[in-house]
């Protein structure tokens, strides 16, 4: 069975603190990992990964794929509360136009 | 760009009606639009998956009578709820894909809080 395993389920740091989460993938045929940010309404989009090695970086975000080792990361550095929200990974495979969904990870930002 | 709206925002309305959810791409053409529902607390759910021109693709469980989808453009797909009952109840989000070859990344929409009383 096709699974995204993303941890920890739920963080709690500082300001100022810098962050990793983590995602694993077990996906037939997969083909790229995307990293959404959740607030309160729908996620918005944040990277798309396809190749390994490759970090990917926007601001004091930024992303990895090891396509071996079958795993992704999001960096965030110097967090802030506007940080705070549920960041979710999901994998596409070949000859599917599906999202395979992690649960998730949640991040609380404190001041 | 990659904007994606959806309306209404929010709605309530009681058992037994029928409500419509629009979801429009403004600036890209989508060929492929998906639905999902999100339950408090919990990752998306993903419901169908509609193709311009074509019938959706429904997910196990879903009932597809119960949740018309109608894709009739490049640009819009919309969710009808018929004969609405509370536990239909449920935060729905659609999102879209670009109609360009090797383009894996949906948007998403801002989504619907359904409420039926």
């Known amino acids: 069975e096709d699974k995204v395993v993303q941890s920890p389920l739920s963080l709690v740091v500082h300001e100022g603190d810098t962050v990793t989460l983590n995602c694993s993938y077990e996906v037939t045929n997969f083909r790229s990992l995307l990293w959404y940010k959740q607030e309160k309404k729908a996620p918005t989009f944040l990277f798309m990964l396809?190749?390994?090695?490759i970090e990917k970086k926007s601001g004091r975000l930024s992303s990895i794929l090891d396509k071996k080792e079958l795993f992704s990361i999001l960096n965030i550095t110097a967090t802030q509360t506007g940080d705070s929200a549920v960041y979710l990974c999901a994998a596409t495979q070949g000859g599917s136009e599906k999202l395979v969904f992690g649960k998730g990870t949640k991040l609380t930002v404190n001041p | 760009g990659a904007v994606v709206s959806q309306h209404p925002s929010r709605v309530i309305c009681k058992s037994g009606t029928s409500v419509k959810i629009e979801c429009r791409s403004l600036d890209f053409q989508a060929t492929t639009m998906f639905w999902y529902r999100q339950f408090p607390k919990q990752s998306l759910m993903l419901m169908a998956t509609?193709?311009?021109?074509?019938?959706?693709?429904?997910e196990q469980g879903v009932e597809k009578d119960k949740f018309l989808i109608n894709h009739a453009s490049l640009t819009l797909s919309t969710l009808t709820v018929t004969s609405a009952h509370p536990e239909d109840s449920s935060f729905y989000i659609c999102?879209?894909?670009?109609?360009?070859?090797?383009?894996?990344?949906?948007?998403f929409g801002p989504g619907t809080r359904l409420t039926v009383l």
């Open positions: 999102s879209a894909r670009e109609a360009s070859p090797g383009t894996d990344t949906q948007y």
């Open positions: 509609s193709n311009e021109g074509s019938k959706a693709t429904y």
């Open positions: 396809t190749s390994s090695g």
